[in-house]
Each structure stands twice: as structure tokens, then as C-alpha cells.
């Protein structure tokens, strides 16, 4: 029998943990905060003080539910980082008093390759090498993925996160945080080359999203001094074009990218990989380039423990643990 590891995630607004016993995912316990979504956006200061208090319970579930004792346990894993510091510290010191009070070794993970190694949780998974699109609240990322701890940022974004554009062009639109989701419901039914949004020329296989943020902004209140009511009667269409514009920014890059590293094994990962136009895109391609496409299932997409119980999996076959003096790093490099 391979090593059991508790994993606790705390990066950002989901408290999570999960058990991972001979690099089988056992469970994935996720409680999202919702004390943000009248603010448009995460408070950090909330957000610590919610993961200190859901913490325990969290815990206390997911070992219940696994059926594991804490005497089972080989190792406790925690984001390491990048995220929100605060959140961070919460999950970190609690990982590191539970290994400490056990006796057992420590594992610091980092947060975005654990959204890549996601792919890992189920079949079929990935061949080595593939490119992963990792697009969330905070990163947007081209990676090639040599093996489970050997991993190359071959672009990423220059400023904000698809995410951080998905959720401010909802908040626009009168949605609360987090927006992408709301947008993605409301554009079935949109017509979404209804608008058209000029775009930025960035070079190589790096991204911008913060010029489509404030060009959505003058575009709806040009609209706005034309009829007050532009909005709401146009919703769906809004929704539709938004997202449509949003997807070909990154899908346009993942295809330059395949096509010049030659690479066919194609995953999308980060909570953005729930978009259900991205996937269907994803999808189409895969079938016009001849790619074999990966999509984990939406809980291991979006902020979970899972995925870190999956990475802490690979390091502690390498014996990679961290010392009892290490503190996250909100800037964690990759
Ligand atoms: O990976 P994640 O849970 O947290 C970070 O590490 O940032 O990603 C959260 C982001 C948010 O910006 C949220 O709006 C976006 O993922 N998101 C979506 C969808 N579901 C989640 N964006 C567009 N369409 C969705 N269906
Ligand atoms: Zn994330």
C-alpha cells in the first residue's frame, strides 16, 4: 500500500481537503466562502478569517468520510502558494502543527502546477509531453508538461487573468462576484458575434486582459447614452459576445502554441476549464488539429484539494518535503 496524505488547499476563497491514498483521490471537501459576493470580488481579510473558521470542519469531514484515521496518515500536504497570504498562513499552519503533532513529514505544493496535475485524478490522463492551458481567477498560462514535476511556462498573461476579466465584465453587467459563471449561464441563447470588441496584439504565447476590461466598460456606457436600458434587453447577446471574445483570446494562442511545439496531448485547467464554451471550443479543435483533448471533471477545475492531494502524491514519491520553518509565498514562481 502506497502513502495516505491529508491535503488541505487555502489559497484563495475555498477551504478544501482531501485524502490521496496510493495516488487515488479518496475525496475532495470543498467549502466556498460566500461572504464575497456582494463586494464583486475576494476581501482578503475575509477570506483568512472564514478559511479559520471552517478549517477544522472541513478536516474533521473529509477524514470521516474517507474513513481514515489520523494514524494512517504518511504526510499532510498545503498550498504552498501563490494566493492570498493570508488564506494561505491558515492552511499552512494548521498543516504544519498536524504534521508536527503526528510526526510525519510535510509537503508544500504549488498551487498552479496542482491545477495541471488535476488531469492526474481520473482516466484517461495525459502523455508526457503535453501542453496545458491553465485559466483561472488569478493566472492565465501556457505550460508544456515534461512530467508530473517537470513543467515549462511558455507564455502567460502580462497583466489580469481571464478569470479577473470574466468576473469584472459580469460585475458590469450587474452580476455578483463570481461573474464568469453568471456569464456563461446567461449567454445560451445570445447571439455571440452580435458584438465585436477590438483586441490586443500581444506577442509570443503571452496574454492581456486588461484592455478588453476597460474597452467592455466604454463600450456599455457609449451604448448606455443611447438607450438606458441597453443592458438588460441585451443580456444574452452581451453575455454571448463577451465570453466569445474572451475564449478566442486564449484558444487562438493554444493553437499557435500546439502547433509550433508539435504537440497533440492538449489539457485545459483552472476554473475557467468549466467555461462550457471554452470546453466545446477545446473540443472542436481537438477533433480539426487531430489533438486528444483533457478537461477534468468541473469540482477538480475549480479551487480544490484534490488536485493538491494529486501533486503531493508525485512529491512525496520523490521524497520532496519541506522543512518545519517554511511559510507560503503569495508570489510563489512556478
Ligand atoms: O481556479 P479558480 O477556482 O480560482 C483561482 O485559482 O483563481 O478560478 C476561479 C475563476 C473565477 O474568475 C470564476 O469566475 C471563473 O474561474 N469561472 C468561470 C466559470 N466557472 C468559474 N469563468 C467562466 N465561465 C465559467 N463557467
Ligand atoms: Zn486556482
Not at 458590469?172 to 445570445?190: A, E, N, V
Request: aromatic share 8%.
Amino acid at each position: 500500500m502506497g502513502p495516505t496524505i491529508l491535503a488541505i488547499e487555502s489559497s484563495c476563497d475555498e477551504t478544501s481537503a482531501s485524502i490521496v491514498r496510493d495516488g487515488k483521490v479518496l475525496n475532495n471537501v470543498i467549502s466556498t466562502q460566500s461572504v464575497h459576493e456582494i463586494y464583486g470580488g475576494v476581501v482578503p481579510e475575509l477570506a483568512s478569517r472564514a478559511h479559520q473558521k471552517t478549517i477544522v470542519p472541513v478536516v474533521r469531514h473529509c477524514l470521516e468520510t474517507a474513513g481514515i484515521g489520523t494514524q494512517d496518515l504518511n504526510a499532510i500536504a498545503f498550498t504552498k502558494g501563490p494566493g492570498l497570504l493570508g488564506s494561505l498562513l491558515v492552511g499552512a499552519s494548521f498543516a504544519k502543527s498536524m504534521a508536527f503533532s503526528l510526526g510525519i513529514p510535510l509537503i508544500g505544493v504549488h498551487h498552479m502546477k496542482a491545477h495541471i496535475l488535476a488531469h492526474f485524478i481520473e482516466k484517461p490522463i495525459p502523455q508526457f509531453p503535453f501542453l496545458c492551458l491553465t485559466v483561472s481567477g488569478g493566472h492565465t498560462q501556457l505550460v508544456v508538461v515534461h512530467s508530473p514535476l517537470e513543467m515549462k511556462v511558455i507564455g502567460q498573461t502580462k497583466d489580469d487573468a481571464i478569470g479577473e476579466a470574466f468576473d469584472k465584465c459580469a460585475k458590469m453587467l450587474g452580476f455578483s462576484y463570481p461573474g464568469g459563471p453568471m456569464i456563461d449561464k446567461h449567454s445560451r441563447g445570445g447571439i455571440s458575434d452580435r458584438f465585436t470588441f477590438p483586441s490586443t496584439d500581444i506577442p509570443d504565447f503571452d496574454f492581456s486582459f486588461s484592455g478588453i476590461k476597460t474597452g467592455f466598460l466604454y463600450f456599455l456606457r457609449n451604448m448606455e447614452k443611447e438607450s438606458e436600458d441597453f443592458i438588460e434587453s441585451n443580456k444574452a447577446d452581451l453575455c454571448a459576445s463577451i465570453q466569445r471574445h474572451l475564449v478566442n483570446m486564449v484558444i487562438e494562442k493554444l493553437v499557435n502554441a500546439a502547433n509550433k511545439m508539435g504537440i497533440k496531448e492538449i489539457g485545459i485547467a483552472g476554473g475557467v476549464a468549466a467555461n462550457s464554451r471554452l470546453r466545446s471550443e477545446v473540443e472542436r479543435l481537438g477533433s480539426e488539429y487531430d489533438w486528444n483533448v483533457y478537461i477534468p471533471k468541473f469540482e477538480y477545475c475549480t479551487d480544490n484539494a484534490g488536485m493538491i492531494a494529486m501533486a503531493a502524491h508525485f512529491q512525496y514519491e520523490q521524497q520532496i518535503f519541506e522543512s518545519p520553518e517554511v511559510v507560503p509565498d503569495a508570489r510563489l514562481v512556478f
